[in-house]
Protein backbone atom coordinates (compact mmCIF):
# COMPACT_ATOMS: atom_id res chain seq x y z
CA UNK A 1 0.00 0.00 0.00
CA UNK A 2 1.28 3.47 -0.81
CA UNK A 3 1.44 6.19 0.67
CA UNK A 4 -0.73 8.47 -1.65
CA UNK A 5 -3.67 5.78 -0.30
CA UNK A 6 -3.52 7.02 3.37
CA UNK A 7 -4.89 9.82 4.91
CA UNK A 8 -2.96 13.03 4.83
CA UNK A 9 -0.16 12.78 8.07
CA UNK A 10 -1.68 14.40 11.34
CA UNK A 11 1.56 15.15 13.15
CA UNK A 12 5.25 16.56 11.90
CA UNK A 13 8.07 14.98 14.14
CA UNK A 14 8.24 17.88 16.44
CA UNK A 15 4.29 17.19 16.80
CA UNK A 16 4.70 13.63 17.12
CA UNK A 17 7.51 13.93 19.89
CA UNK A 18 5.33 16.26 21.73
CA UNK A 19 2.32 14.38 21.51
CA UNK A 20 4.16 11.15 22.72
CA UNK A 21 6.14 13.33 25.69
CA UNK A 22 2.52 14.75 26.85
CA UNK A 23 1.06 10.77 27.24
CA UNK A 24 4.14 9.72 28.75
CA UNK A 25 4.33 12.79 31.56
CA UNK A 26 0.70 12.37 32.38
CA UNK A 27 0.66 8.55 32.38
CA UNK A 28 3.31 8.65 34.80
CA UNK A 29 1.83 11.20 36.95
CA UNK A 30 -1.24 8.95 37.30
CA UNK A 31 0.46 5.87 37.73
CA UNK A 32 2.18 7.73 40.41
CA UNK A 33 -0.99 8.95 41.95
CA UNK A 34 -2.73 5.70 41.53
CA UNK A 35 0.48 3.54 43.27
CA UNK A 36 0.35 5.88 46.59
CA UNK A 37 -3.62 5.20 46.81
CA UNK A 38 -2.54 1.62 46.85
CA UNK A 39 0.13 1.85 48.94
CA UNK A 40 -1.94 4.23 51.09
CA UNK A 41 -4.31 1.70 51.32
CA UNK A 42 -2.47 -1.30 51.68
CA UNK A 43 0.39 -0.50 54.48
CA UNK A 44 -2.60 0.03 56.70
CA UNK A 45 -4.97 -2.65 55.05
CA UNK A 46 -6.79 -3.79 58.61
CA UNK A 47 -8.58 -0.72 58.92
CA UNK A 48 -8.78 0.82 55.65
CA UNK A 49 -9.91 -2.78 53.64
CA UNK A 50 -13.16 -2.79 56.29
CA UNK A 51 -14.98 0.42 54.30
CA UNK A 52 -16.72 -0.44 51.46
CA UNK A 53 -15.31 3.16 49.57
CA UNK A 54 -11.56 2.03 49.89
CA UNK A 55 -12.54 -1.07 48.24
CA UNK A 56 -13.59 0.49 45.18
CA UNK A 57 -11.17 3.11 45.11
CA UNK A 58 -8.48 0.36 45.54
CA UNK A 59 -9.49 -1.76 42.59
CA UNK A 60 -9.99 1.53 40.85
CA UNK A 61 -6.71 2.37 41.47
CA UNK A 62 -5.39 -0.46 39.89
CA UNK A 63 -7.22 -0.23 36.92
CA UNK A 64 -6.12 3.04 36.62
CA UNK A 65 -2.34 1.57 36.64
CA UNK A 66 -2.89 -0.83 33.83
CA UNK A 67 -4.54 2.23 31.61
CA UNK A 68 -2.49 4.75 32.62
CA UNK A 69 0.39 2.21 31.72
CA UNK A 70 -0.90 1.91 28.31
CA UNK A 71 -2.07 5.31 27.92
CA UNK A 72 1.75 6.78 28.35
CA UNK A 73 3.23 4.52 25.94
CA UNK A 74 1.14 6.85 23.61
CA UNK A 75 1.57 5.67 19.66
CA UNK A 76 4.26 4.04 20.37
CA UNK A 77 2.68 0.44 20.20
CA UNK A 78 0.81 1.27 17.17
CA UNK A 79 1.94 -0.85 14.33
CA UNK A 80 5.18 0.40 11.49
CA UNK A 81 4.53 -2.39 9.11
CA UNK A 82 1.24 -3.25 8.48
CA UNK A 83 0.97 0.17 6.05
CA UNK A 84 2.67 3.11 5.62
CA UNK A 85 -0.03 4.97 7.34
CA UNK A 86 1.30 4.11 10.67
CA UNK A 87 3.79 6.72 12.65
CA UNK A 88 4.22 3.87 15.48
CA UNK A 89 7.24 1.88 16.26
CA UNK A 90 5.28 -1.72 17.13
CA UNK A 91 3.46 -4.67 15.55
CA UNK A 92 -0.15 -6.06 15.62
CA UNK A 93 0.15 -7.78 18.92
CA UNK A 94 1.68 -4.99 20.57
CA UNK A 95 -1.19 -2.71 19.03
CA UNK A 96 -3.75 -5.64 20.21
CA UNK A 97 -2.14 -5.35 23.95
CA UNK A 98 -2.61 -1.90 24.28
CA UNK A 99 -5.49 -1.98 22.99
CA UNK A 100 -7.00 -4.45 25.59
CA UNK A 101 -5.78 -2.54 28.31
CA UNK A 102 -7.22 0.70 26.78
CA UNK A 103 -10.57 -1.19 27.20
CA UNK A 104 -10.02 -2.82 30.82
CA UNK A 105 -9.27 0.60 31.81
CA UNK A 106 -12.78 1.50 31.24
CA UNK A 107 -13.09 0.34 34.80
CA UNK A 108 -12.21 3.19 36.05
CA UNK A 109 -15.15 5.38 34.97
CA UNK A 110 -17.57 2.65 35.72
CA UNK A 111 -15.84 2.54 39.18
CA UNK A 112 -16.66 6.45 39.54
CA UNK A 113 -20.09 5.93 38.69
CA UNK A 114 -20.00 3.00 41.38
CA UNK A 115 -18.47 5.79 43.96
CA UNK A 116 -21.75 7.75 43.24
CA UNK A 117 -23.97 5.53 43.68
CA UNK A 118 -22.22 4.54 47.25
CA UNK A 119 -21.76 7.95 48.38
CA UNK A 120 -25.86 8.89 47.43
CA UNK A 121 -26.79 5.82 49.46
CA UNK A 122 -24.67 6.83 52.20
CA UNK A 123 -26.21 10.41 52.11
CA UNK A 124 -29.61 9.99 51.15
CA UNK A 125 -30.65 6.44 52.95
CA UNK A 126 -27.64 6.67 55.51
CA UNK A 127 -27.11 3.00 54.20
CA UNK A 128 -23.94 0.88 56.53
CA UNK A 129 -21.38 -0.02 55.39
CA UNK A 130 -22.13 -3.66 56.29
CA UNK A 131 -25.27 -3.30 54.28
CA UNK A 132 -23.48 -2.03 50.91
CA UNK A 133 -20.91 -5.43 51.44
CA UNK A 134 -24.08 -7.59 51.90
CA UNK A 135 -26.21 -6.68 48.90
CA UNK A 136 -24.33 -4.74 46.03
CA UNK A 137 -21.10 -4.93 46.40
CA UNK A 138 -19.95 -7.60 44.97
CA UNK A 139 -21.81 -6.72 41.91
CA UNK A 140 -20.33 -3.26 41.88
CA UNK A 141 -17.28 -4.82 41.48
CA UNK A 142 -18.87 -7.50 38.83
CA UNK A 143 -20.66 -4.64 36.53
CA UNK A 144 -17.74 -2.43 36.94
CA UNK A 145 -14.48 -4.98 36.08
CA UNK A 146 -16.92 -7.74 33.65
CA UNK A 147 -18.14 -5.32 31.02
CA UNK A 148 -14.69 -3.72 29.99
CA UNK A 149 -12.91 -7.14 30.18
CA UNK A 150 -15.60 -8.97 28.20
CA UNK A 151 -15.01 -5.93 26.20
CA UNK A 152 -11.60 -6.21 25.92
CA UNK A 153 -11.67 -10.10 25.26
CA UNK A 154 -14.14 -9.13 22.22
CA UNK A 155 -12.20 -6.73 20.84
CA UNK A 156 -9.12 -8.94 20.91
CA UNK A 157 -11.40 -12.09 19.56
CA UNK A 158 -12.47 -9.49 16.69
CA UNK A 159 -9.03 -8.02 15.76
CA UNK A 160 -10.59 -4.51 16.20
CA UNK A 161 -7.87 -2.79 17.99
CA UNK A 162 -5.73 -0.76 15.18
CA UNK A 163 -4.02 2.95 15.20
CA UNK A 164 -2.69 5.06 13.14
CA UNK A 165 -2.28 8.59 14.54
CA UNK A 166 -3.48 7.79 17.94
CA UNK A 167 -3.82 5.04 20.55
CA UNK A 168 -4.64 1.43 19.67
CA UNK A 169 -8.01 0.85 20.49
CA UNK A 170 -11.45 0.29 18.46
CA UNK A 171 -10.63 0.67 14.68
CA UNK A 172 -9.97 -1.00 11.11
CA UNK A 173 -6.86 -0.23 9.46
CA UNK A 174 -9.07 -0.48 5.99
CA UNK A 175 -10.25 3.32 7.17
CA UNK A 176 -6.78 4.58 7.26
CA UNK A 177 -6.66 2.72 3.71
CA UNK A 178 -9.95 4.07 2.84
CA UNK A 179 -11.09 0.54 1.41
CA UNK A 180 -13.63 -0.90 4.29
CA UNK A 181 -16.32 -2.54 2.50
CA UNK A 182 -19.16 -1.96 4.54
CA UNK A 183 -18.82 1.46 3.05
CA UNK A 184 -17.59 3.64 6.18
CA UNK A 185 -14.11 4.44 7.66
CA UNK A 186 -14.97 2.38 10.69
CA UNK A 187 -14.72 -1.35 9.38
CA UNK A 188 -16.02 -3.81 11.70
CA UNK A 189 -14.62 -2.19 15.01
CA UNK A 190 -17.92 0.54 14.32
CA UNK A 191 -20.40 -1.80 16.65
CA UNK A 192 -18.13 -1.71 19.49
CA UNK A 193 -17.18 2.22 19.30
CA UNK A 194 -21.58 1.88 19.30
CA UNK A 195 -21.73 0.11 22.62
CA UNK A 196 -19.09 1.79 24.08
CA UNK A 197 -20.47 4.81 23.38
CA UNK A 198 -23.48 3.96 25.03
CA UNK A 199 -22.44 2.52 28.02
CA UNK A 200 -20.44 5.73 28.85
CA UNK A 201 -23.59 7.90 28.01
CA UNK A 202 -25.23 5.49 30.54
CA UNK A 203 -22.05 5.61 33.30
CA UNK A 204 -22.95 9.97 32.95
CA UNK A 205 -26.36 9.44 33.83
CA UNK A 206 -26.10 7.38 36.62
CA UNK A 207 -23.03 9.87 37.65
CA UNK A 208 -24.88 12.64 37.35
CA UNK A 209 -28.12 11.35 38.55
CA UNK A 210 -26.44 10.10 42.03
CA UNK A 211 -24.36 13.24 42.19
CA UNK A 212 -27.95 15.63 42.05
CA UNK A 213 -29.69 13.20 44.58
CA UNK A 214 -26.82 13.73 46.70
CA UNK A 215 -27.12 17.28 46.69
CA UNK A 216 -30.89 17.64 46.83
CA UNK A 217 -31.08 15.99 49.83
CA UNK A 218 -28.44 18.00 51.51
CA UNK A 219 -30.57 20.85 50.24
CA UNK A 220 -33.40 19.37 52.24
CA UNK A 221 -31.55 18.49 55.44
CA UNK A 222 -30.33 22.33 56.03
CA UNK A 223 -33.83 23.34 56.02
CA UNK A 224 -34.77 20.96 58.60
CA UNK A 225 -31.41 22.07 60.25
CA UNK A 226 -33.24 26.14 60.20
CA UNK A 227 -36.88 24.95 60.46
CA UNK A 228 -35.66 23.33 63.70
CA UNK A 229 -33.62 26.23 64.98
CA UNK A 230 -36.77 28.46 64.42
CA UNK A 231 -39.27 26.22 66.02
CA UNK A 232 -37.04 25.83 69.08
CA UNK A 233 -37.11 29.62 69.21
CA UNK A 234 -41.11 29.13 69.36
CA UNK A 235 -42.22 26.27 71.25
CA UNK A 236 -42.66 25.94 74.80
CA UNK A 237 -40.84 23.05 75.27
CA UNK A 238 -37.68 22.03 77.59
CA UNK A 239 -34.74 23.77 75.20
CA UNK A 240 -32.50 20.39 76.30
CA UNK A 241 -34.83 18.69 73.77
CA UNK A 242 -34.60 20.73 71.06
CA UNK A 243 -30.71 21.59 71.58
CA UNK A 244 -30.53 17.63 71.14
CA UNK A 245 -32.56 17.45 67.84
CA UNK A 246 -31.22 20.62 66.33
CA UNK A 247 -27.88 18.98 66.79
CA UNK A 248 -28.64 15.65 65.46
CA UNK A 249 -29.56 17.26 62.37
CA UNK A 250 -27.05 20.10 62.03
CA UNK A 251 -24.60 16.61 62.70
CA UNK A 252 -26.16 15.06 59.66
CA UNK A 253 -26.14 17.62 57.45
CA UNK A 254 -22.89 18.21 57.83
CA UNK A 255 -21.61 14.99 57.60
CA UNK A 256 -23.73 14.51 54.34
CA UNK A 257 -21.91 17.52 52.93
CA UNK A 258 -18.66 16.13 53.37
CA UNK A 259 -19.40 13.03 51.96
CA UNK A 260 -21.25 14.86 48.82
CA UNK A 261 -18.16 17.00 48.54
CA UNK A 262 -15.70 14.07 47.84
CA UNK A 263 -18.35 12.82 45.74
CA UNK A 264 -18.60 15.74 43.84
CA UNK A 265 -14.74 15.58 43.62
CA UNK A 266 -14.21 12.85 42.21
CA UNK A 267 -17.27 13.18 39.41
CA UNK A 268 -14.88 17.20 38.76
CA UNK A 269 -12.04 14.57 37.77
CA UNK A 270 -14.05 12.26 36.04
CA UNK A 271 -14.85 15.23 33.89
CA UNK A 272 -11.95 16.73 33.53
CA UNK A 273 -10.00 13.55 32.25
CA UNK A 274 -12.86 12.25 29.56
CA UNK A 275 -14.44 15.80 28.32
CA UNK A 276 -11.26 16.50 25.74
CA UNK A 277 -11.84 12.59 24.31
CA UNK A 278 -15.46 12.89 24.61
CA UNK A 279 -15.41 16.10 21.81
CA UNK A 280 -12.27 14.62 19.97
CA UNK A 281 -14.92 11.49 19.45
CA UNK A 282 -17.74 13.69 18.38
CA UNK A 283 -15.46 15.51 16.30
CA UNK A 284 -13.90 12.40 15.17
CA UNK A 285 -17.75 10.47 13.88
CA UNK A 286 -19.06 13.65 12.76
CA UNK A 287 -15.96 14.02 10.14
CA UNK A 288 -16.72 10.25 8.79
CA UNK A 289 -13.52 8.92 11.04
CA UNK A 290 -11.23 11.09 9.13
CA UNK A 291 -8.27 12.05 12.16
CA UNK A 292 -6.97 14.70 10.79
CA UNK A 293 -10.06 17.11 10.05
CA UNK A 294 -10.09 17.04 13.96
CA UNK A 295 -8.50 20.22 15.42
CA UNK A 296 -5.18 19.26 16.66
CA UNK A 297 -5.78 21.23 19.66
CA UNK A 298 -7.96 18.30 20.67
CA UNK A 299 -5.27 15.72 20.25
CA UNK A 300 -3.11 17.77 22.30
CA UNK A 301 -5.50 18.41 24.95
CA UNK A 302 -6.74 14.90 25.22
CA UNK A 303 -2.88 13.57 25.54
CA UNK A 304 -2.86 15.58 28.45
CA UNK A 305 -5.67 14.87 30.22
CA UNK A 306 -6.97 11.64 29.35
CA UNK A 307 -4.11 9.31 31.52
CA UNK A 308 -4.10 11.64 34.50
CA UNK A 309 -7.19 10.43 36.32
CA UNK A 310 -5.05 8.46 38.70
CA UNK A 311 -3.85 11.78 39.85
CA UNK A 312 -6.68 13.44 40.15
CA UNK A 313 -8.20 10.33 42.46
CA UNK A 314 -5.33 10.73 44.82
CA UNK A 315 -5.27 14.56 45.22
CA UNK A 316 -8.95 13.63 46.28
CA UNK A 317 -8.69 10.63 48.37
CA UNK A 318 -6.12 12.46 50.88
CA UNK A 319 -7.79 15.89 50.52
CA UNK A 320 -9.52 15.18 54.20
CA UNK A 321 -6.60 14.12 55.89
CA UNK A 322 -4.31 16.59 54.64
CA UNK A 323 -7.15 19.38 55.89
CA UNK A 324 -7.39 17.39 59.37
CA UNK A 325 -3.91 18.31 59.56
CA UNK A 326 -3.50 21.07 58.68
CA UNK A 327 -6.55 22.12 60.83
CA UNK A 328 -4.76 20.60 64.09
CA UNK A 329 -1.50 22.47 62.80
CA UNK A 330 -2.12 25.67 60.99
CA UNK A 331 1.45 25.87 59.96
CA UNK A 332 1.78 22.59 58.10
CA UNK A 333 2.42 23.15 54.26
CA UNK A 334 0.03 21.39 51.95
CA UNK A 335 3.18 19.07 50.58
CA UNK A 336 4.08 18.50 54.65
CA UNK A 337 1.16 17.53 55.76
CA UNK A 338 0.80 15.07 52.16
CA UNK A 339 3.73 13.59 52.70
CA UNK A 340 2.49 12.37 56.71
CA UNK A 341 -0.65 11.42 55.07
CA UNK A 342 1.78 9.14 52.60
CA UNK A 343 4.14 7.96 55.02
CA UNK A 344 1.82 7.81 58.57
CA UNK A 345 -0.43 5.49 59.51
CA UNK A 346 -3.90 7.39 59.68
CA UNK A 347 -4.50 6.79 63.19
CA UNK A 348 -1.13 8.74 63.86
CA UNK A 349 -1.58 11.85 61.56
CA UNK A 350 -5.02 13.87 63.07
CA UNK A 351 -6.65 12.99 66.21
CA UNK A 352 -9.61 15.00 64.65
CA UNK A 353 -10.28 11.82 62.92
CA UNK A 354 -11.85 10.57 65.39
CA UNK A 355 -14.47 13.20 65.65
CA UNK A 356 -15.20 12.73 62.05
CA UNK A 357 -15.65 9.86 59.23
CA UNK A 358 -13.37 9.20 56.96
CA UNK A 359 -14.43 9.81 53.47
Given at each position: ??????Q???????????FI??????G??S???????????L??R?K????V?????????V?????????G?????????????????G????????G?????G???????????I??????????K?T???????L??H?????????LG?A????D???????????????????N?????T????????????I????L??????S???????I???T????R?????N??????????????????????S????K??????????????W?????????????????????????????????G??N??IY????V????I??????Y????????F???T??NA??N?RP??
Amino acid sequence: MSETDCQDPLFDEQQIGIFITLNAISGLLSIVGSTLITFIILRDRRKKLSRVHNRLILSMSVADILNSSALGLSIVPTPSNETSCSIGMGNVTTCTIQGFFLTLGLAVPHYTAMLSIYYFLKIRYQVKDTTVEKVIELVMHVFSLGIPFSLGIAGVMQDVFFGVFTHCWFADKCGAMGNCPEGHTFGKALWFMVLGAIGFFILLVVITTSLVGSFLTIRKRTNDSRRHRFEANLASVPARRWSRRFSEAVNLSSNSSRVAKQSALYVLGFVVTYIWTVIYQICFFINGGDATKVPISLHFLAAIFLPLQGFWNFVIYTRPRVEDIQIGNPEASYFCALKRVIFTRETQTNASRNRRPSY
